[in-house]
């Protein structure tokens, strides 16, 4: 039982829910982890979307809406913690949704395409084939998904995966908290911003963006930039701190 | 399996490890996504031991050797990570080790106390008592260990007890890489230091230090400025990243 007068109440709670989908399967324990990297990433942000994380989602949407074949990505965090905004953007957007985990077995596929069906998500489903060169189980996706994606979204990716896709010529966006990451520093477009926040305003933007705009957001796309902008941010907040 | 060239390999291992250590009940899932977040601020530091951290920890020992009653309290994510450098800190000051876990179980307990006794400690048993004015489990605590304590040693502590320990006249020496924290700034001294690097410098101090560094390092204690230097560690790496 976590005290609700703990100063961490709200990070708590979510641990907790992460805790229980390791039991059930959905998160890999090494995914808790990673979870808690993210945290505190998320805590030199200061817990709220950037004004170039926004800029960032709004690119993202302009992204998506001009791909032939656009996937998302999900793996077993992605669903445990945003599986209904995962559905929110699928619907706004309409690419496929597909399941691609490190720690992968047939069953933890099916129950994390379970639980994303049952936030209201069609998932992109069926036999994969190890089909993208890696040496771990990331490798495995379906020819007529991810292989054939022209954009794919990379909530949570791993370094290498994110560095495979773009060698195999896709335009990869990465949501990820931790601007000097590999995976930041290798896609086209990286979010530095929190899942559940990043998710819903990318959402929106493909709802409401006009032509001119898309193609405005898709001419200035610099993701140098937009990193540059996640460090600034994070190195202020933490000279702040000094005063 | 990992792959060893994977390019965060150690880290990954450590975290399938702290994942076994959930499966044998030693580490909670919460723990899990706590070591996540130590994870990132260590990759704020740049994965060593600064300079101001170094001075931290000859510092500690100047305060653990001058204690009467000194306890160092231990819990999973502690022990699972760092059992051996806790008995040998053991060794070298004579202080108390005892157990005490957010996530308390009485079976919990004793497989903590079993792991440090194999890697060598002495840890102070026995039927506890809830006496630290906290409403989780971490009040619960031995009568001649930590409540009478003059000095604590805590790793990965909770900014609550902290604070309870503080306010108690505890003399509180924290090791938490997130200089930030409510720990870290709670505390009397804060090592801002990942455990199995800080411990064994602890341990070289209390081993080395004359009674004249010791009598120094004491009068000088200002954790203000040790937690300063270690934001300004971090800011300057983030700040190097955008040149």
């Known amino acids: ?55 960032a989602e709004r690119t993202a949407a302009a992204l998506i809406l001009g791909a032939r074949n656009p996937v998302i990505s999900v793996n077993g965090n992605t669903a445990a913690l945003a599986a209904r905004e995962i559905a929110g953007l699928q619907k706004a957007s309409g690419a496929k949704v597909e399941v691609n985990l490190f720690h992968r077995t047939e069953e933890r596929v099916n129950q994390i395409e379970d639980l994303l069906r049952s936030a209201g998500a069609e998932v992109f489903s069926g036999p994969a084939e190890r089909l993208l060169p890696l040496s771990h189980d990331r490798a495995w996706c379906r020819r007529e998904g991810m292989f054939s994606a022209d954009v794919i979204l990379v909530p949570l990716e791993d370094g290498d995966r994110c560095e495979v896709l773009v060698n195999m010529g896709k335009t990869v966006i990465a949501l990820d908290l931790n601007p000097l990451s590999r995976t930041a520093r290798m896609a086209t477009l990286t979010v530095v911003d929190e899942l559940t926040r990043a998710l ?44």
């Open 1 to 55: 039982m976590i005290p609700p007068d703990h100063p961490r109440y709200r990070s708590l709670v979510t641990r907790e829910h992460l805790a229980v989908c390791v039991k059930t399967g959905i998160v890999s324990p090494e995914g808790l982890t990673a979870h808690g990297r993210g945290e505190a990433f998320d805590y030199f942000l200061g817990e709220r979307t950037t004004e170039s994380a926004l800029l």
């Open 200 to 243: 819903p305003n990318i959402t929106d933007a493909c709802r409401n963006l006009t032509g001119a705009e898309r193609m405005q957001l898709l001419a200035c796309l610099d993701n140098n930039y937009l990193l540059s902008e996640a460090i600034r941010e994070m190195t202020m907040r933490l000279a702040h701190a000094l005063d």
